[in-house]
């Protein structure tokens, strides 16, 4: 899996996920929450948690991300809705060694200047 920051300002922040020939971009609105939310499900499962979540909302609907790990692999989730008439739609779905992702998320998020503090 990889992820490259397509765009972040302080209101919006877009990532393109890929797995092989699979892409998409997945946006949240207030950067700073989006990341802080990105980077507690992400710290969660790296320090052995076996499942995390985090939402980044949008105006028209909101992106579900779902982090599964076992062992050392670490599948990534990411399903769309606009509310609750409408379900959840599958958007991206991925796995990949939980330590190269969190590297590779926090080095992406560094080259932006967007890691906290």
């Not at 699979?22 to 969660?44: F, I, N």
């Not at 330590?99 to 998320?105: F, G, N, S, T």
């Amino acid at each position: 899996m990889n992820l490259v920051i397509e765009h972040a300002t302080p209101q919006q922040i877009t990532l393109r996920l890929r797995e092989g020939e699979v892409e998409t971009s997945v946006t949240g609105w207030h950067t700073p929450s989006a990341v802080s939310a990105l980077l507690a499900a992400v710290d969660a499962v790296t320090a052995g948690e076996g499942y995390a979540e985090c939402f980044w909302p949008e105006p028209t609907g909101q992106y579900w991300w779902m982090f599964n790990r076992d062992g050392e692999r670490l599948e990534v989730v990411v399903l769309w809705s606009r509310g609750a008439g409408t379900g959840w739609q599958h958007v991206f779905r991925a796995a990949d060694e939980v330590h190269y992702l969190d590297e590779r998320i926090r080095e992406e998020l560094a080259a932006h200047d967007l890691l906290p503090g």
